[in-house]
Structure formats: C-alpha cells, structure tokens
C-alpha cells in the first residue's frame, strides 16, 4: 500500500518539478531536495540525449567504415589490373615511387638555389635529365600515379637550365659535336631552342662576323633565355635576307654559266 503512495505522489510531483526553473548558477550545495530532484533529471536528459547521438554516429562510422573497405578493395583491385597492364609487381611500383621521390626532391632543392648556385652544377642537372628520361622509358611510367609527375619534374629541370646569370659554351668540332649556333641553342643546357641562335650571335659579334662559321675551342658566351629583343630580330631578319639574296646571285650564276656553255656548245 505504501508503493502505491509513494508512485502516486511522484507522478503528481513530476508535472510539479517540470514547471519549476533552477537557477544555473546556483551551487549544488544550496539547492533545495526539489530543485536537486530538477537539475539530475536536466542532466540525465542530456546524458541520454548525448548517448542517442553517440550512437547514431557509431552507427554511422560503422557504415563509413565499410564503404571504405569496399572502396579499399576497388582500388587494390584496379591498381593489380593497371600493373599486370604494364609488367609490374606491386614491389616494382614501390622502388619506381621511391626513386622517383628521391629524384624530385633533389629537383626541388636546386630549384630554390640562387643563380650563382646552379652555375657550376650543370652535370649534375645533366644526370638527373638523364635519370628522368630512363625512367619515362620504363612502362611503370605510364600509371596515372606517375605520368604527370614525372611532366612536373621535367619541367623543374628545365626551369634549372634556363636559370642564371650569362653562361658559357667552348665550341666543339663538328665531327663530333655538330657545333653550329643554331645546334647550341638547341642544347639543353643553353635554351633547347634552335630559334633562340641569334642571342648567341649577338652576344659574342666581337669574335663571329658570320654566324655560320664558328670555330673550335671558341667560348662563346651564352646570354640569360629570354624572347629576343628588338636587335636580335633585325639582325636575325637581316640575315635571313643576305642569305635569300646570296641565294638567287648563286642560281643567276649558274644559270648565266650555263647559258654560256650551252652557247659555247653550239
């Protein structure tokens, strides 16, 4: 009987503690039995409702966690079919990403040298251009994991040539070397452009007076890359038309030569 009193006295004590609002700020201390009654039920509510929360988030990690999986295995599976694609085991792509890391690295941190800097390290910038190009050669280098890395790289190491102050370039015979200006510019280590000659020329006037002949053991010096300027385009044009007029003096020769000994003939 007395069970029942006292439920029956706390349902209609409950509509009663509900309405009741205690003061946040007031010490646990100092709470009356009614208002302590309020605050523990305030923070179960919010215990359970942090835990309903809690549980749906594990719920939902749990789901994220394999999507991730499945996802996991989609990518393994896609990268053994792109390596079988190019004759590679999974320990070939790793030593190919480990050595292409290392090589970037080291393209990076000549990158951020001074000019001053990269001048006397040419050979090496040479060996690492050659490392690159052997391993673009390999299949491995066709992943999409690697194919615009590498273009990245190349570009840093060309970004290393094209950098500095005025350089220089002692002639080569042309047995061996096929030195001409348009062949310098060409090199990598000038400005891997053909068309870029006229710089050349200009730069080093004093000792070429016809930029078709240069010399063996001759140093030229090479001026930063760059668009040409406004001299080097008349210069280059000027030259273009001697060799054009050269050209049809040549074959009015020829003609009138042949015109004479066909006369001579009759």
């Known amino acids: 009987m007395k069970k029942y009193l006292i439920a029956a006295f706390i349902l209609m004590a409950t509509p009663v503690l509900a309405q009741t609002v205690v003061d946040p700020n007031k010490p646990d201390a100092e709470l009356t039995a009614e208002e302590a009654a ?40 896609c990268n053994t079919a792109l390596w079988t694609l190019v004759g590679a ?6 030593s190919f990403r480990e050595r292409l890391g290392r090589l970037d690295a080291r393209v990076t941190e000549m990158s951020r040298m001074g000019d001053a800097e990269l ?11 050659m490392t690159l190009n052997g391993m673009r050669r390999e299949k491995i280098a066709l992943l999409p994991e690697f194919y615009n890395k590498i273009i990245d790289i190349a570009q840093k190491i060309r970004g290393l040539r094209r950098t500095g102050s005025s350089g220089s370039y002692t002639v080569g ?20 452009d053909p068309l870029m000659w006229p710089k050349i020329w200009l730069a080093n006037n004093e000792q070429i007076r016809n930029p ?13 890359a760059g668009a040409k300027t406004d001299e080097e385009l008349r210069a280059e044009r000027l030259y273009y038309r001697r060799k054009s007029a050269a050209r049809r003096t040549a074959v009015r020769r020829s003609e009138s030569v042949e015109q004479q000994e066909a006369g001579s003939g009759n």
Do not use: H
């Not at 085991?89 to 790793?94: L, Q, S, Y």
């Not at 001048?119 to 251009?129: A, C, K, T, W, Y």
């Not at 200006?181 to 060409?186: H, K, Q, S």
């Open 212 to 224: 078709d002949l240069i010399f063996p053991g001759q140093v030229l010096t090479i001026p930063p």
């Open 119 to 129: 001048v006397p390290l040419r050979r090496e910038i040479d060996s690492l251009e």
């Open 173 to 192: 015979t042309w047995a061996e070397d096929r030195d001409c200006l348009w062949n310098i510019a060409g090199k990598e280590q000038t400005y891997g």
């Open 38 to 77: 309020i605050r523990i039920t305030e923070w179960r509510n919010k215990v359970n409702a942090l835990q309903t929360r809690l549980d749906a988030l594990n719920a939902e990690m749990n789901t994220m966690n394999a999507d991730m999986t499945r996802i996991s295995a989609s990518i393994r599976e």
């Open 89 to 94: 085991t999974e320990a070939d792509v790793n």
